[in-house]
């Protein structure tokens, strides 16, 4: 066989893949994880709530937890912009600048993806990383942003735990949401600071 006949005899490539849906997919991948958890979904669930076919989602993800963990590293995308965190001066002020609608219902949903993904994380470091990074981690670092300016500013001490203050909101928050299934509204969050948060760091409100 001649080399144009051999070139000639290779199979040719099939069409690109397309991947402009993959977005469309996660999300779809997410809505289904925080409703069934990760014991109760299926692809075939995130194919019918995406309107996609059963195939083409095999053919990207061949496993449920492949797909898992693209949908969580995903929201890593959604990360707050910490450049344009708001700076009004005060702790306070700063912390309830960020209680905005979009925020309160984002942070909603990515605990019950926590939840739904709870079972995995155990048996997968890689997931559980992937988690910490794309759930816990963008809240963590503007509220270190704040807490680092109130120190700088003088108006907590130099050695407040800035670590275990920053865990506290999201604490609270997951046990209103998860554990007593009631939502979490703005009263509640300005509460929260007001009458644990900054007492915790050294501050008394009126």
């Known amino acids: 066989m ?3 006949e051999q070139v ?3 199979p040719r490539l099939g069409r690109k893949r397309d991947h402009t849906r993959d977005p ?8 289904v994880l925080s409703e069934t958890g990760y014991d109760g979904m299926t692809i075939d669930m995130v194919a019918a709530r995406a309107k996609a ?7 990207r993800w061949p496993s449920k937890a492949e797909l898992v963990l693209d949908a969580v590293v995903c929201m890593k995308s959604r990360d707050i912009d910490l450049a344009a965190l708001p700076d009004t001066g005060t702790l306070r002020g700063d912390l309830v600048a ?25 048996r997968s470091p890689e997931l559980a990383a992937a988690a910490q990074e794309a759930l816990v981690e963008p809240r963590a670092s503007a509220n270190r942003i704040f807490f680092r300016r109130a120190i700088e500013r003088g108006e907590i001490p130099a050695d407040a735990d800035i670590e275990r203050l920053c865990m506290i909101g999201p604490a609270m928050v997951a046990y ?4 007593l ?4 509204d703005r009263e509640f969050l300005i509460s929260t600071i007001d009458g644990v ?10």
């Open 181 to 184: 299934g009631k939502p979490v």
């Open 176 to 179: 209103s949401v998860l554990m």
């Open 98 to 122: 960020m209680i905005r609608p979009p925020s309160i219902r984002d942070s909603e949903r990515k605990l019950k993806v926590m939840a739904g993904i709870a079972s995995m994380i155990a």
């Open 8 to 10: 000639e005899a290779k």
């Open 197 to 206: 948060i900054l007492p915790a760091a050294g501050l008394r409100t009126a």
């Open 2 to 4: 001649t080399q144009t």
């Open 24 to 31: 469309e997919i996660l999300d779809a991948a997410l809505d």
């Open 53 to 59: 076919g059963k195939a083409t989602l095999y053919r």
